[in-house]
């Protein structure tokens, strides 16, 4: 229901460790067209950036879905993408960052 019935983005693909985020022009375009799933990612990423799989996990939706309906908001201007989240140089993480989700895995 939430897709259309489609199974995969129409043209976009989106990694689940993209980085997403509103488009400059997101604030001067219709929300009417949209669902309530992706007036919902809007909100989150009014407040910052998220990654695909940040995006299921506070919305529940499965990722394949997200992509979905990122696709469709990508192609209407609503969002554009940065980099992926471990895009460091040679993507190596962070170790206090690491540090960070172990301890708080830990906490669990």
């Given at each position: ?8 983005p ?52 499965p ?22 989240i ?23």
């Amino acid at each position: 229901m939430v897709t259309g019935g489609r199974s995969s983005p129409s043209r976009n693909t989106f990694d689940h460790i993209l980085l997403i985020s509103l488009s400059p022009s997101a604030a001067h375009l219709s929300r009417g067209d949209l669902n309530h799933e992706q007036n919902a990612m809007l909100d989150l990423l009014a407040r910052s950036a998220q990654s695909v799989a940040e995006l299921g996990a506070l919305l529940r939706l499965p990722v394949s879905v997200v992509r979905i309906l990122l696709a469709d908001l990508m192609e209407s201007g609503h969002i554009t993408t940065g980099r992926r989240i471990l895009d460091a140089p040679d993507d190596v993480p962070d170790r206090t960052l690491l540090e960070a989700v172990l301890a708080g895995l830990h906490r669990l």
